[in-house]
């Protein structure tokens, strides 16, 4: 059972410039999170989806963000126009499932590190 | 509203040593998961354990063991005879509903734990 993926590992852009991160989930899982975490503090959640439909966005995710998860799997976050403020580790987690799979617990991927230059 | 506080930022203690880590939690709500989580250098999240607000009995792993008193908010993890492998930040985070609720995590600030030989 292969755990949650996030593609890239590592970012370096320049301000201004729009970049697009991937995670894939825990194969079975249905829920999917985003959250951000900066140098020294603990994550900060960003949105989740529960299968393809965006429950609930924090007020962290400002209007450059967006977040998909068009066929309920994979989940796409975009940043546009980004600024020095952006940098920081983009986590993944996911959680869910149907029966003796089910787990309320969030699994994490690796993170996605972007720094803006 | 929803808070947790790690009021240890960082803790340095000699091999074979036993440490505590404080977590202290603020919600309103009577159903909530609580969780510990452990970050090594390499960032991945690695999740300890997870207990539901109706079960308050202490448990042990291993070295780890958790005690989780309601009376007092709070959610300490303890080491026996640390070692070295468990120099990492260990984050605790509260999610509010149980059982398919989806909650997202509210992390504490986490407290960066270093075992020396």
């Known amino acids: 059972d292969t755990g949650v993926s996030q593609d890239p590992r590592h970012k370096i852009t320049k301000r201004g410039q729009n970049v697009t991160f991937r995670c894939d989930p825990i194969s079975e899982h249905n829920r999917l999170y985003w959250y951000r975490q900066t140098l020294g503090q603990g994550p900060e959640f960003l949105t989740y989806?529960?299968?393809?439909?965006?429950?609930?966005k924090s007020r962290l995710l400002s209007d450059r963000f967006s977040a998909e998860r068009p066929k309920g799997s994979f989940s796409t976050l975009e940043i546009q126009r980004t600024e020095q403020g952006d940098s920081a580790m983009y986590l993944c987690?996911?959680?869910?499932?149907?029966?003796?799979?089910?787990?309320?617990?969030?699994?994490f991927g690796p993170g996605t590190r972007l720094t803006v230059l | 509203a929803q808070k947790v506080t790690q009021a240890q930022t960082e803790i340095s203690v000699v091999e074979k040593e036993d440490v505590t880590l404080d977590c202290v939690y603020e919600t309103r709500d009577t159903t909530y998961y609580l969780f510990w989580y452990k970050q090594p250098p390499s960032g991945e999240l690695v999740f300890l354990i997870r207990?539901?607000?109706?079960?308050?009995q202490n448990e042990i792993s291993g070295r780890y063991s958790w005690n989780f008193q309601k009376s007092t908010s709070s959610f300490n993890f303890t080491i026996t005879a640390s070692q070295v492998v468990d120099s990492a930040v260990y984050f605790c985070a509260l999610s509010e509903g149980l059982y398919n609720q989806g909650g997202k995590l509210i992390f504490g600030q986490g407290t960066e734990l270093s075992v020396k030989p």
């Open positions: 207990r539901n607000s109706f079960d308050e």
């Open positions: 989806f529960q299968n393809e439909a965006q429950l609930e």
């Open positions: 987690a996911s959680s869910g499932g149907v029966g003796a799979h089910y787990t309320d617990t969030q699994y």
